[in-house]
């Protein structure tokens, strides 16, 4: 290939839109791709640090599997305070100096540009390649004036790095998902003020759990399954007493229900309240997910079969598992018959109108 595009970025973390877009633009200039990790950026303090920035990075890459792809170190092996993308870019044009530049820019960085450091020389050197947003109008003097190109690919989705970090959007690569967890990076340091290491390691096994469950059902909600999954514990660590002051506030026609079903409202709460979760899909999930209901969502199904099914439990779940990833609807029935001969053999009482209006529905049983 003749042309190269520089794409860089805190990449804090990278996600899928980054490389939807690099795809895009590699096809449209049939370009390699050369993905530019800033040590320090200007203006931007990365949670991660560079290591770990690289590291997700690598992995994404791996995983992406394209031979268009590949990563310069040159802003990580500076010592440089500030990394300036006008030193990055003499840097690589010298490197492809028979080579044609051109450089990724965001729509949210394009009214900006004129502000970063020598943007005409930039420009004497690589051509700005922009991705354009709907919600964003970029103004038509900066693009005159610097010459900027359009790439016309709108398919890269809603995330965002910050979205990620924020636990709205889980739509990122899974070892990099995986790295996060390894790490407890972002939205897991959140959650591990609020439940024990002990549970935070059974809620992420669920929460992969109902990832797989979505992605083997050819479902389009696998992040969504994954963010429930990952939260429906989080009001575990609330005292009885303060659950039940909460459901008399917020649940008064619950309020009489025992304890242990509690926590399912509370982690609906909390979601909403501490990771700002406005999905109700990914709330009604995790406000069920212990009893059960009539008419439950499809999320929450996943929830409450990867929930009850954890190989964490300690028993043999690989086959419920298995019914779940082939139809999580059937898998779901299977894993509610289950637990209703599990604990009715404990001796344990079952009379609750959620768990029962669940068992009527979706077992036929009668009134």
């Not at 800033?38 to 990075?57: C, D, V």
């Not at 359009?150 to 990122?172: F, K, N, P, T």
């Not at 992605?215 to 429930?228: L, T």
Request: aromatic share 10%; glycine share 6%.
């Amino acid at each position: 290939m003749e042309n190269v595009v520089l794409f860089g970025g805190t990449f804090d973390p990278i996600h899928n839109g980054h490389l939807r877009i690099a795809r895009a633009a590699s096809m449209f200039l049939n370009a390699d791709v050369v993905f530019v990790p800033a040590k320090n950026p200007p203006g931007k303090e990365p949670i991660a640090t560079p290591e770990q920035r690289l590291s997700m990075l690598r992995l994404a890459l791996k995983s992406d599997g394209s031979s268009s792809f590949s990563i310069s170190l040159f802003e990580m092996k500076s010592k440089d305070p500030v990394n300036y993308w006008v030193d990055t870019v003499e840097h690589l044009a010298s490197k492809f100096k028979h080579r044609k530049l051109y450089f990724l820019i965001g729509a949210d960085e394009v009214n900006a540009f004129p502000s970063w450091k020598e943007p005409e020389r930039i420009c004497s050197m690589a051509t700005p390649l922009y991705v354009s947003r709907p919600d964003i109008k970029v103004e038509d003097e900066v693009l005159r004036r610097f010459r900027m190109m359009r790439l016309c690919y709108d398919s890269s989705g809603e995330v965002s790095s910050s979205a990620v970090r924020s636990l709205q959007r889980m739509d990122i690569p899974v070892p990099v998902r995986e790295f996060i967890e390894q790490k407890q990076l972002y939205y897991f340091q959140a959650i591990s003020a609020l439940i024990s290491k002990h549970r935070l390691i059974h809620s992420v096994s669920v929460a992969r759990l109902c990832y797989e469950m979505s992605v083997r059902n050819r479902r389009s909600d696998a992040g969504k399954a994954y963010i429930a999954g990952l939260l429906h514990d989080v009001g575990k660590g609330i005292s009885p007493a303060e659950g039940k002051t909460f459901m008399k506030k917020a649940f008064p026609e619950f309020a009489d229900l025992p304890e242990w079903t509690y926590h399912q409202f509370l982690g609906a709460e909390l979601a909403r309240t501490r990771f700002g979760i406005e999905d109700e899909g990914i709330l009604d999930a995790i406000r069920y997910h212990a009893t059960g209901k009539a008419h439950m969502c499809a999320l929450g199904k996943m929830v409450y079969s990867a929930d009850k099914t954890d190989p964490l439990r300690g028993y043999d779940s690989a086959k419920p598992i298995a019914a779940c990833m082939k139809n999580y609807y059937l898998g779901f029935t299977d894993v509610l018959r289950a637990n209703k001969e599990y604990l009715l053999g404990k001796g344990n009482d079952l009379d609750n109108p959620l768990t029962t209006a669940c068992m009527n529905q979706y077992l036929g049983e009668e009134e």
